[in-house]
C-alpha cells in the first residue's frame, strides 16, 4: 500500500483553514508567508530562503514519504505556511506531521491547532493510523512545547541526528500519539477551537 492511497494527497479544511496539496503554483505564497518574520534566517527550521521556494517544493513533492501542504487562509486564500505528513509506514499504520512553518503573523494563533487538528482527524478518523509521530530539533522549544499543548506524549531524544541548514548537527526530540490517546485528545483540541 503507498502512501498516496492510504494517507492523501487530500484537501482538509476547518476552523478558517484550508490544507492543500503543495503545488508549484504556491511559489510566491510561500516566499510571502516567509518573508513575513524573515523565517528562513531561523536556526532551527526549514523554511525556504528567497527564491528557494520552488526548490522547496520540488524536493517536497518528489520525497516519496512525504504529503506535503499549503496552508491556507479559507477565506482571503493567502498563503500562511506549509506542514506535511512525512515518514509514512503504511505497513505500521504509522505517519509523522512535520515540516510545519507559518509566517509570524499566523504564529500563537488558532491556525496551528487548527492545522494539526484537522492532520489528526484525517489520520486517525479516516485513515485509521495506529500513531502519529512528530520531531523537532532539541532547540526548538516553542516547537515542543506547541506538539506537548497537542497531548502528544515525549518519547526521547536522538542525539547527534541531522544536520541544520547552517551546518551544525542537531539532536532530535521525538513525540508521538497513539491511536487509544487520540479521542481525549480531539475531545480537548475541539473545546479549544469551538465547532468547525
Known sequence: MSHQSWIGPITLTGWGVQLVPLRSEHAAGLAAAAADGELWTARVT?????GGEPAYIGAAMAAEDRVPFAVLDAATRLVLGSTSYHDIVPAVKRVEIGYTWYGRSAQRSHVN???KLLLLTHAFDVAGAGVVGWRTDHENYASQK???????????EIRHHQLRRDGSVRNTVMYSMLATEWPA???????RLGPR
Do not use: N
Not at 526549514?46 to 528567497?50: E, F, H, L
Not at 506547541?146 to 526521547?156: F, K, N, S, T
Not at 485528545?185 to 473545546?191: D, F, G, P, S, V
Open 113 to 115: 491547532t487548527a492545522c
Open 185 to 191: 485528545a480531539r475531545e480537548w483540541l475541539t473545546e
Open 46 to 50: 526549514s523554511v525556504p530562503a528567497p
Open 146 to 156: 506547541a506538539i506537548e499543548r497537542l497531548g502528544a506524549h515525549w518519547d526521547g
